[in-house]
Structures are given as C-alpha cells and as structure tokens.
T-cell receptor, first 113, second 115 residues
Framework: QQPVQSPQAVILREGEDAVINCSSS?????VHWYRQKHGEAPVFLMI?????EQKGHDKISASFNEKKQQSSLYLTASQLSYSGTYFC??????????????FGQGTILTVHP | NAGVMQNPRHLVRRRGQEARLRCSPM?????VYWYRQLPEEGLKFMVY????????ESGMPKERFSAEFPKEGPSILRIQQVVRGDSAAYFC?????????????FGPGTRLTVL
C-alpha cells in the first residue's frame, strides 16, 4: 500500500505558507521528501528517520510523528521556485521492505506572483 | 562531484525491440535503485541492486525485464520485446547507504517511447 498524501493540490501566492501531509498504514522506518518539476528528475529535500524527528533548511522543514505514522512538510514564505510536485517516499520497518521507497501519489504545488 | 548519470536521456523503440538503459551512480555510492514513472503518475519501485547482487526485485515484472550492476561499469536495466505499455520515464537513484541513513539521489531519467 502506498502512503497517502494530502492535499492533492495547493495554490499559493508568493510569501504564503503550505503544509503537505503523508500518512502510512504501515510502520515506517524513514520518510523521504522530494520535489519534482515537470519533465525533470525528483530532487531530494530531506530524510527523517526517528519518530518525532524534525529537520529543516532554508524555509522548508519537516516532521515525523512515529505514533501516527505520519510526516508533514512545511513550506514557509513560499517562492516561485517552490512550484512543482512534492512526493513523500516511505521506507517501511522490518523484513524485505528495507531499502526501497514507496511513493505517495504526489501533491502539486503552484506558487503565483 | 558528478551526480547520478543516466543514458540515453531519450530512447525510441518499436514494439518487439530491446531497450537498454544505463545508470552510473554517484561517486562512492554502491547502492542503485530503479524506479518507473508513468505519465502523470508517481514513482514505482522496480529493483534494488548492489555491486554484483540483486537485493530486491519485487517491483520488476517477471518477464522481459532484467537488471544488473556489474563489478565494473554502470547498472543496466534491460527490457526485451518492448510493448507500448513500457513507455515511461525510468529513473535510477543511488545511495551511499550508511548504517542508518539511505538518502537516494535521482538521475535525470531515461524517457522510453515505444512506437
């Protein structure tokens, strides 16, 4: 089962904030966040490993709630360059799932001037 | 420090032909993953390889598809007797795979079109 991302799409004006959620029904080992622009490769943003871990750089940060098996990506003071599709990739705990990423369906973020 | 390299970037094949996609991981990375992305869809895991070993091929179709990562040279994803449904973007990602972290960095992809 793939993780579920919400919302499916977000439209913002420059300077506004957004939150993208990623929920799993299976126990997670790690959550990876990527941004992909149309026709390009996914670009790695960050990885969260431990329950309760938070990370961030510049104006993009993320959290991982191990109890809820959920991660959230926070984009503050959005810029035009933030536009793209955001994917979470989950690595499940235990067994043969270790290593491969299962991706959500993506969240399309559009930032207007 | 060069990133993940893939070639060709675009590949056109007729039904029934073979497609060979190559991936050179980042320097120092010995773990390679292949993912497929159909138009307007998300990324789907295909296979995970280390040098000379297939670790997990649970996402790869049993027929027509094969992958290798030899001791020397790039990783190769091979699709025999291609069909129209194989048209997609194929991305490989590499990872240094430390004891705890498994950041995966993607190459630019190969866009396969089957006529």
């Amino acid at each position: 089962q793939q993780p579920v991302q919400s919302p499916q799409a977000v439209i913002l004006r420059e300077g506004e904030d957004a939150v993208i959620n990623c929920s799993s029904s299976k126990a997670l080992y790690s959550v990876h966040w990527y941004r992909q622009k149309h026709g390009e490769a996914p670009v790695f943003l960050m990885i969260l490993l431990k329950g309760g871990e938070q990370k961030g750089h510049d104006k993009i940060s993320a959290s991982f709630n191990e109890k809820k098996q959920q991660s959230s990506l926070y984009l503050t003071a959005s810029q035009l360059s933030y536009s793209g599709t955001y994917f979470c990739g989950t690595e499940y705990a235990g067994g043969t799932s270790y290593g491969k990423l299962t991706f959500g369906q993506g969240t399309i973020l559009t930032v207007h001037p | 420090n060069a990133g993940v390299m893939q070639n060709p970037r675009h590949l056109v094949r007729r039904r029934g032909q073979e497609a060979r996609l190559r991936c050179s991981p980042m320097k120092g990375h010995s773990h390679v993953y292949w993912y497929r992305q159909l138009p307007e869809e998300g990324l789907k895991f295909m296979v995970y390889l280390q040098k000379e070993n297939i670790i997990d091929e649970s996402g790869m179709p049993k027929e027509r598809f094969s992958a290798e990562f030899p001791k020397e040279g790039p990783s190769i994803l091979r699709i025999q007797q291609v069909v129209r449904g194989d048209s997609a973007a194929y991305f490989c990602a590499s990872s240094p795979r430390t004891a705890t972290y498994n950041e995966q960095f993607f190459g630019p992809g190969t866009r396969l079109t089957v006529l």
